[in-house]
């Protein structure tokens, strides 16, 4: 006679990357919303609706630093573009929620959006058949009014102005077309900056970065110091580089175009190296500028193992390293699951770390995470077959003791 006695074991957990080869008019109220589904605890969702497409499976080992400094440029941003292999049927389920505070200034001239349901606010301007997304931070310096100006025309130029495919078979093509007029977008933007009509001071202006999901795609751009971070199995994986004086290809830019690096600021003024505005250093008007509007643009193929994104100005950055605000994120998560309540808990600590400057911070969840803890929670287990003999003797030593 046979026993069967199970043993537990621990799963290890491997992080691994692939790689592979006019207009409808939009509503003012666009900004800081969700979709129409609710969940019973307030929290709002876009259902999936669709899958993109696959590649090669090419590994990529990347290094990832959980103890880097908070305060230091990133100068090798990780490439986190991954594609999808075969079998994949991961579609991101999206929910967000947003914070910002003032901090210790007496104004807040950050601004944010956080649309969770892209397509219901464009209309029928594109017929994207994947569920769709769009977040924003803008960080102003100078005032207010650049970072609000964006704020209030960045559908415009990215999508009502755009001129993109008005559907999204998420071909090579398409996804090429995406990251153009992202590109060109910016540049327009920083150009009516400098449109007088438009009543910005030249001494004015703003970083910026926008997070586009399309089904899987994740579609990054930034200027400036403001920063992307994604949680993969509760590893930061940045997804935006820094654009400031401290970072060597930059300095190198800006020292190549006549500029300056002094006491750590761009011609002894300016913190970041990229913005849009400030067209008090960009003139005149159509000239290589050490301080620039090009954005840096890139692509993410969102897989199972994606939790999270955090989008923040660099008041949050300042004080805390990537790593440490996923980890906040994800145990809030468990705790709350609330995306919302995420994002406050992100700027409260920041605000405990003494930051110095205003604080947003938007989080956007792909999945949840009491999901993904279930499906780790399942051990794989060995199984191994034991005589009765041998159980009794078992037994028996067991008992001795």
Sequence with gaps: MVAETEILCPQSVSVQYFSAKKSTKIEAEFFDVSSAAVSPTGITTTPPKSQIFCASESEISIDICRSESARSCSTSTQNATVFETPCSKFVPSICSGSHTDN????????????????????????????PSAFYAVFDGHGGLDAAAYVKNNALKFLFEEANLPHTSDNDEKFLLDLERAHHKAFLLIDLALADEQNSVDSYCGTTAITALVLGRHLLIANVGDCRAVLSRKGVAVQLSEDHRPSCLLERQRVEDLGGTIEYGYLNGELAVTRALGDWYMKLPLGSASPLTAEP??????????????????????????????????????????????????????????????????????????????????????????????????????????
């Design 296 to 401: 840096d643009v890139s692509q993410t193929l969102l897989t199972e193992d994606d939790e999270f994104l955090i989008i923040g100005c660099d008041g949050i950055w300042d004080v805390m390293s990537n790593q440490d605000a996923v980890s906040l994120v994800r145990r809030e998560l468990r705790q709350t699951n609330n995306p919302q309540q995420c994002a406050q808990e992100l700027v409260n600590y920041a605000l405990m770390q003494e930051t110095s400057d205003n604080l947003t911070a938007i989080v956007v969840c792909f999945s949840s995470l009491e999901r993904q803890d279930s499906v780790l929670s399942q051990r794989p287990r060995l199984r191994f077959c034991m005589s009765e003999e041998a159980r009794n003797k078992l037994q028996r030593l067991l008992g001795g003791h």
């Design 103 to 130: 901090g210790p200034r007496c104004s807040n001239e950050d601004e944010h959006i956080r649309i969770d349901d892209l397509s219901a606010h464009l209309g029928s301007l594109y017929g994207w058949s994947q």
